[in-house]
């Protein structure tokens, strides 16, 4: 959580600056006209998201979004009215993020020509090569697709593993079928 505060603080600091900008962005508005964010803000799930609302520097839930193929949990893009700034939540892992995104940049509601994004997530590191703060460029991203992991050091003594598929209880348990 600390961690988590820490991220979220610089990435208020980074939007206050941009939000000093004038916000009138032609072509902002309008039914017509394509919305042309000058921040995307992308979350990757619902706590991240929400931290976003209810703050006095901006307020990303004037102006709703429904793009078509967004995850059904998130269907919305959520705008300051003028459309300066957005935000979104991608849902977790990489797949989400990877057609979540795919969608966005796709889609005609749109100009992201002069967009910067801030990904404001949390992110964990091993204490021995990084403290908060710290910035790091990964060289390789293992996708072990969507499970929920215990810290070896954690888990039940019966457990062969840490790793429990999403709502499953054990490891080697198949979710049930909703
Ligand atoms: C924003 O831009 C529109 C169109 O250019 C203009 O009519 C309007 O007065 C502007 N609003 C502000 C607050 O500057
Ligand atoms: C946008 O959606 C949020 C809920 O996600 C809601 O609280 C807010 O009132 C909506 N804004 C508009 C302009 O409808």
């Not at 600056?17 to 042309?36: M, Q």
Request: aromatic share 12%; glycine share 10%; net charge negative.
């Amino acid at each position: 959580m600390l961690a988590f505060g820490f991220l979220l603080g610089l990435a208020l600091a980074r939007i206050a600056t941009v939000g000093a900008l004038p916000t009138n962005t032609s072509g902002g508005l309008g039914s017509r006209s394509k919305i042309a964010p000058k921040v995307f803000i992308i979350d990757l799930f619902n706590e991240e998201g929400s931290s976003w609302f209810g703050i006095p520097e901006f307020n990303v839930l004037e102006r709703n979004v429904t793009v078509p193929g967004f995850s059904p949990l998130f269907p919305e893009a959520h705008c300051t009215q003028d459309g300066a700034i957005c935000q979104l939540v991608t849902g977790e892992a990489e797949i989400n993020a990877a057609s979540t995104i795919t969608t966005l940049v796709h889609s005609s509601l749109f100009d992201l020509t002069r967009t910067y994004f801030l990904i404001a997530g949390i992110a964990g590191i091993n204490p021995k090569v990084g403290t908060i703060g710290s910035v790091t460029f990964a060289r390789y991203a293992v996708q072990v697709g969507l499970q929920y992991e215990f810290d070896a050091r954690e888990k039940p003594v019966e457990f062969p593993t840490g790793y429990v598929p999403q709502g499953a209880f054990a490891p080697d348990q198949f979710p049930p079928i909703l």
